[in-house]
């Protein structure tokens, strides 16, 4: 389908749909670049470099990257077809795969900023996106202001100034707090600035950022995309001009390149991305509802339930509640602990978006890294755990809980 990946192997008896096809024949088919073997599957192209034919064409291909690939810290065919398969499904110009979620955070946000910008975020963010937008980036005189998710009256004050860049998780890790992504990106337009969404919670497959009116979307790679646990990755998705005078410059003297191993992995992940999402939440629809009834349990968070505060923003925009549970027990962390140690089919374990249903005690792992004040500012209690459910029969997920809970 894509022409734009270098080498195309055209079948000269094969002709393009002249039709626009659907997100779930692109994930299969968008991005494909066969060689002239002519290979069912995408080939994984483990080089790190390229030759030419004559010189001439060494020097042709530096003055005009887009004929030639020149070396693997730019480009490599097998992350090209990743690229532009993501790029289809998200209904972006443009993607650049990254080594990891964080570098397309990074680098997201770092191409654009420069001494004396200011940056607005919403408040609950993954811990290292928190540490990069209030710790690194401030080093470099770059200054920020953190905004309460569903704080209308607070996005209207911060951005009524000059911004430069608005980063928003939504929904949020751990605790799925829900930002408005047309709301503030309208608001964020008005002061000319750019609007990111770190997408990772929701996944290409629930919530679509850019429709809603957001400049840019990262992913962290890592949990839905790969989502059977194998590879770390990231992806950044947006307009050409975005992508080309702003991103590009920067990730290829900086280098958070993605592996063509890992770009291999991922292009086949993406096949199965929607099947395996769905079901997740699907499961994880039927274990919150199942998790609101019981004693033990002081709060569900989980966007698909009528409970969340801001159910009636997550109708607009996402498909379905999420692959992942904010739990907080009636209890202590001790209570919370033995639960945890209790499961015998539900992992202990940092990761989300897993075939595999995983759960995590965030204060004391992925978040300790944040200071008690901001984890009680976010809600992250000792006695809050997340669950990201998986592809079990939910029948087992629920049973492991029960006994779990019995214990
Ligand atoms: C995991 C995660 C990241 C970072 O991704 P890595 O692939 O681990 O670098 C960023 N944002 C959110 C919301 C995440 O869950």
């Not at 990254?98 to 993954?126: K, N, Q, R």
């Not at 009256?153 to 890790?173: D, G, Q, R, Y």
């Not at 990730?251 to 992940?269: D, E, I, M, Q, Y």
């Not at 000792?382 to 492991?400: A, M, T």
Request: a negative charge.
């Amino acid at each position: 389908m894509s022409k734009e990946v270098w080498g195309y192997h055209e079948h000269p008896k094969r002709r393009e749909p002249d039709w626009k096809v659907n997100p779930q024949t692109s994930a299969v088919r968008e991005g494909l670049a066969r060689s002239g073997f002519g290979e069912t599957s995408e080939a994984l192209y483990l080089n790190s470099g390229f030759t030419y034919t004559d010189s001439q064409e060494a020097v042709d291909s530096f003055i005009d990257e887009t004929d030639h690939f020149v070396y693997g810290r730019f480009h490599n065919p097998t992350v090209a077809m990743f690229e532009n398969r993501l790029a289809a499904i998200e209904g972006a110009e443009h993607c650049v795969a990254t080594a990891s979620g964080m570098s397309a955070m990074f680098a997201s946000l770092a191409c654009l900023v420069e001494a004396g910008d200011h940056i607005v975020a919403s408040a609950a963010m993954f811990s290292s996106c928190h540490v990069v937008i209030t710790e690194i980036l401030p080093k470099w005189g770059v200054t920020y202001e953190l905004v309460k998710a569903n704080d209308k009256a607070a996005w209207e004050k911060a951005l009524s100034k000059k911004v430069k860049a608005v980063f928003i998780e939504t929904p949020s890790n751990p605790l799925l707090e829900i930002v408005d992504i047309r709301f503030v990106s309208d608001l964020a337009h008005k002061v000319g600035a750019t609007v990111i969404v770190d997408n990772v919670m929701a996944s290409p497959v629930l919530q679509k950022p850019l429709e809603l009116g957001a400049d840019v979307v990262m992913y962290s790679a890592t949990k839905h995309i790969d989502g059977q646990g194998r590879v770390l990755a990231g992806a950044i998705l947006g307009s050409f001009s975005y992508i080309y005078e702003k991103l590009v410059p920067f990730v290829r003297h900086t280098g958070p390149t993605l592996s063509a191993f890992n770009a291999w992995v991922l292009v086949k992940s993406l096949e199965t991305m929607e099947l395996r999402v769905t079901r997740m939440c699907e499961n994880a629809q039927t274990i919150a509802e199942y998790l609101e009834g019981r004693k033990e349990i002081k709060s569900v968070q989980y966007p698909g339930l009528k409970s969340h505060p801001d159910y009636e923003v997550i109708r607009k925009q996402m498909k379905a509640g999420g692959t992942t549970i904010g739990i907080e027990f009636a209890g202590k962390k001790s209570d919370a602990f033995k639960f945890m140690d209790s499961l015998c089919v539900i992992d202990i374990s940092n990761n989300l978006g897993d075939s595999k249903s995983l759960i995590t005690h965030p204060a004391s792992t992925t978040h300790r890294r944040l200071s008690p004040d901001v984890l009680a500012e976010m809600g992250i209690t000792p006695s809050v755990i997340r669950l990201s459910v998986g592809l079990e029969h939910v029948d087992d997920l629920i049973k492991d809980i029960d006994q779990a809970l019995n214990n």
